[in-house]
Each structure stands twice: as structure tokens, then as C-alpha cells.
């Protein structure tokens, strides 16, 4: 187990529109030159194809918000447009690229506070900081101003030993049988990593403790080492020659960009994606919200949450140009499916459901006693959830009811820090998102 488990920071979601393919209509020379069905050709001819698609569906989304064309059917992969309906979906064999999107509920029963639950979110327990605005915390823009708070909430929340959740176990269970190809989590908490994720598969898209990098130079430093001095307590500060910059943690705040490899995955992945199972998110955060509406627009989508706060469906023009919300009491509805309760709750009724049951117990039972074993003399902290008994699967759904392909994973230094002189600034993709909290 690593040295530091961090408890959640800045949250977020995902707004990314998708990136135009640039056809290039220079003709090269005559020496060497390609001929007109070069790859550039084909590039524009791909890029003409979905601008011309882009428009035929918005002319059609007229037509319907004018009453002049029924909105089209589409046909639905499930049986039944409920719980039941996505287990038998699995028992059949038809999800085989699973994509699992995780917030801060799948965590809280390990001891870790959410963002926006009543009383007990981290958004409801600030006021001591004087911030103008509780996001304020987690402002790229706020912390070169005043980066004390974060420091101050940082040495609050920086975790003991922290075990991971029924729910991560059985996003472990998922990849172990093959049915995973790539789980997106909004948490720094590193759980995903303590409950065995393989790092290929896991995609941490507000990025994580385990490094950080002065905010000038770039010079980067460990875990150990910040924790070391936020700790004291005291604000790090860069020990680069020259150098009296602040050292942040590589998460991502509010205003800054998403790390390149949540832009590549989510580009590479959702196209390939036959369920999307969403937990413990309100999706308030863009831009990791958006990613709901990048699946197939018939691929299944399971909703699993303490409280329905997913964005509503959209008209049909709206849907064009945003994508479509969920639509779980619809007429219509051939796809979303809403079940209500905690996340450990909701894996263990699939997992029981799906003939996993026992298989997740003891895989639960087994690591939690490793980690115990592991750290003897510290204090743990657990969910109780997985000796509960869980819900029966027909009567919680509300209807308001191989490995994967790798990824360029980012690597981290165990240097501490780096010599100034090897302390290079990081490149900004320049297609990357921007992390924005939810609108008042």
C-alpha cells in the first residue's frame, strides 16, 4: 500500500466539446507527392462527412421541436428498461467495454465527506476559512492570492489509513472478469489504486497527490515531502535555486486543465462503450459531466446515487448541440435507468443479482484485512456496508426508476524534489478543458 492515501479535493466533471478534425488541402510537391486519395484527403472527406451529419440532425431536431416529423425510435439493447433489465444485459454476455464514472459518493462510507451533502459536505464546513465563495478552495486563481485555506483544509483532511468501498471492490470485480475498459474517477482520495485498479485502467481525471510542482518553476516533489511540511504546519515552498514559489498538488483546481490523458481516453473509449454505470456523482461539475452523452446514443445507462440530480433530458435541438440528458420517466425512455441508495448498496444488489455476491464479501473481508495487516499501529478507517444485507434487486430500482487499450499514462517521479535545473514547466495541451465548477 502506498505511504499516502489523500483524502478528495477539488472535485469536478467534464465539459469537453468534441475536437474538429483539421483536413489539410495543401497539395504536396511534385517529388514524393501523394495522389488525391491521400490520408489528408480522407481526412477532409471524413471531417465534410460529419459537418453535413452535424446539420442533417439539427434540421431534424427542427422538424421535431415544430411538430413536423415524429422524434425517431430507437430500438433498445435491453429487455426491460430497468434493474433487471441491466443485469440480464450483462448475464448475456452483451457488456463487454464497461465504463464506470465515479464521484466522491462512492468514498464517504470509507470516512471521506462529499461536497454537497447538507451538514456533513465539505462545501458546508468552510465558513471558518472566510472564503468568498466555498469553491473558492479549490480556485487556481484564489490559491496564487491566498493559497493558506487549501493548506489549512489540506491538513484537516490529509487521511490515516483509509480502506477502499464495497463499490471499488466491484469496479475491481468488473476489470478482474474482463468486463471493464476503463473507469473515470473525479477523486484524489488514491482508493481506486488501493482497491487494485490497474493504473491503465484507471482514468483520474482531477489528478492526484501522489506529486506536486511549484506553481513557478515547475520543479516537482514528492507526496512525503509536502506532507512533511503542510504538516508543521507551514505553506511548501519551492527549494529550487531562485525559487520561492508555492508547491501545489497535482489535483485539478477550478480553472486550470484536465490532464491530457482523461482528453485522449475519453476520445479513444466512449465510442467503444456498451454500458455506462455512473456512481456517486451529481454531475454538477463540467467538464466530467458531459461524458455521459458521449456513449452511443443506444448504449444503456445506469445511474447510481444517494439522490437524482442528473441533468433532465433536453429538446431535441438542445440535444444536438449539448447532448441528451437522462430521460428515467419518459415515455420513451429505452435506455437510463435510476437506482436510488447508497453506492456499496447499489454494487452489492448488482453483484448479488449477477451471482457475485459471496465473491464480493470475501474479496471485501480479505483486503480489508490486508490492509489492517499491513498497519498495525495505525488507526483504519472502513465502510461497514459490505456485512450489510443488501437490497433486493426488484424492489430498489426507481424508475424516477481483456485487457483494456493503454492509454499514455503519466508518469511519476520519486525524486525529492528535482534539481532545478531539471524542473521543466509541463506543457497545457491545447485542447484541454478547463475544470469549471457548477453554475449558482
Known amino acids: 500500500?502506498?505511504?499516502?492515501?489523500?483524502?478528495?479535493?477539488?472535485?469536478?466533471?467534464?465539459?469537453s466539446t468534441d475536437k474538429k478534425e483539421e483536413g489539410s488541402s495543401n497539395i504536396q510537391g511534385a517529388a514524393g507527392g501523394d495522389n488525391p486519395d491521400s490520408k489528408e484527403g480522407g481526412e477532409n472527406k471524413n471531417t465534410e462527412q460529419k459537418e453535413e451529419e452535424k446539420k442533417s440532425a439539427l434540421f431534424d431536431a427542427f422538424?421535431?421541436?415544430?411538430?413536423?416529423?415524429?422524434?425517431?425510435?430507437?430500438?433498445?439493447?435491453?429487455?426491460?428498461?430497468?434493474?433487471?433489465?441491466?443485469?440480464?444485459?450483462?448475464?448475456?454476455?452483451?457488456?463487454k467495454n464497461i465504463i464506470t464514472m465515479a464521484g466522491a459518493g462512492i468514498s464517504?462510507?470509507?470516512?471521506?465527506?462529499?461536497?454537497?451533502?447538507?451538514?456533513?459536505g465539505l462545501y458546508d464546513n468552510l465558513q471558518?476559512?472566510?472564503?468568498?465563495?466555498?469553491?473558492?478552495?479549490?480556485?487556481?486563481?484564489?490559491?496564487?492570492?491566498?493559497?493558506?485555506?487549501?493548506?489549512?483544509?489540506?491538513?484537516?483532511?490529509?487521511p490515516g489509513v483509509f480502506k477502499p468501498t464495497t463499490c471499488h471492490y466491484f469496479i475491481r470485480m468488473l476489470q478482474e472478469k474482463g468486463l471493464l475498459l476503463r473507469h473515470f474517477t473525479q477523486n484524489i482520495d488514491t482508493l481506486e489504486s488501493v482497491a487494485g485498479l490497474d493504473p491503465e485502467v484507471c482514468v483520474e481525471a482531477h489528478g492526484?497527490?501522489?506529486?506536486?510542482?511549484?506553481?513557478?518553476?515547475?520543479?516537482?516533489?514528492?507526496?512525503?515531502?509536502?506532507?512533511?511540511?503542510?504538516?508543521?504546519?507551514?505553506?511548501?515552498?519551492?527549494?529550487?535555486?531562485?525559487?520561492?514559489?508555492?508547491v501545489k498538488p497535482d489535483i485539478v483546481f477550478f480553472g486550470e486543465s484536465l490532464p491530457h490523458r482523461f482528453l485522449q481516453c475519453m476520445s479513444e473509449d466512449f465510442g467503444k462503450c456498451d454500458l455506462l454505470i455512473i456512481m456517486g456523482t451529481s454531475l454538477l461539475v463540467q467538464p466530467f459531466a458531459s461524458l455521459?452523452?458521449?456513449?452511443?446514443?443506444?448504449?444503456?445507462?445506469?445511474?447510481?446515487?444517494?439522490?437524482?440530480?442528473?441533468?433532465?433530458?433536453?429538446?431535441?435541438?438542445?440535444?444536438?448541440i449539448f447532448g441528451s440528458g437522462f430521460d428515467f420517466d419518459g415515455e420513451n425512455n429505452y435506455r437510463d435507468i435510476f437506482w436510488q441508495g447508497t453506492c456499496d448498496d447499489g454494487c452489492m444488489a448488482l453483484a448479488e443479482a449477477l451471482g457475485w455476491g459471496d465473491e464480493l464479501k470475501n474479496l471485501v473481508t480479505t483486503e480489508h484485512a490486508k490492509i489492517d495487516a499491513a498497519n498495525p499501529n495505525k488507526s483504519t478507517t472502513s465502510t461497514k456496508t459490505a456485512d450489510k444485507t443488501p437490497k433486493k434487486a426488484d424492489a430498489t430500482p426507481k424508475k424516477t426508476e481483456n485487457k483494456p487499450k493503454k492509454c499514455e499514462t503519466p508518469k511519476t517521479s520519486d525524486k525529492t524534489p528535482l534539481k532545478p535545473e531539471a524542473a521543466t514547466p509541463k506543457v497545457t495541451p491545447g485542447s484541454g478543458s478547463k475544470k469549471t465548477p457548477p453554475k449558482k
Open 1 to 15: 500500500m502506498s505511504s499516502g492515501q489523500d483524502t478528495k479535493g477539488a472535485e469536478g466533471g467534464d465539459n
Open 63 to 95: 422538424a421535431v421541436s415544430l411538430g413536423l416529423k415524429d422524434e425517431p425510435k430507437i430500438e433498445s439493447l435491453l429487455d426491460t428498461v430497468d434493474f433487471n433489465g441491466i443485469v440480464k444485459y450483462i448475464k448475456d454476455g452483451k457488456a
Open 108 to 120: 464517504t462510507s470509507a470516512g471521506i465527506p462529499d461536497f454537497r451533502s447538507p451538514e456533513t
Open 128 to 158: 471558518k476559512y472566510n472564503l468568498p465563495e466555498p469553491t473558492a478552495v479549490f480556485s487556481i486563481d484564489y490559491f496564487k492570492e491566498n493559497p493558506e485555506p487549501f493548506f489549512m483544509l489540506a491538513r484537516e483532511l490529509w
Open 208 to 246: 492526484h497527490f501522489r506529486t506536486g510542482h511549484c506553481i513557478q518553476c515547475r520543479a516537482e516533489y514528492t507526496q512525503d515531502w509536502m506532507k512533511e511540511r503542510i504538516m508543521k504546519p507551514s505553506i511548501p515552498k519551492c527549494e529550487a535555486e531562485g525559487c520561492e514559489g508555492v
Open 292 to 320: 455521459v452523452n458521449r456513449t452511443k446514443e443506444n448504449v444503456p445507462r445506469m445511474y447510481i446515487n444517494l439522490e437524482n440530480s442528473c441533468p433532465p433530458k433536453l429538446d431535441p435541438i438542445m440535444t444536438v
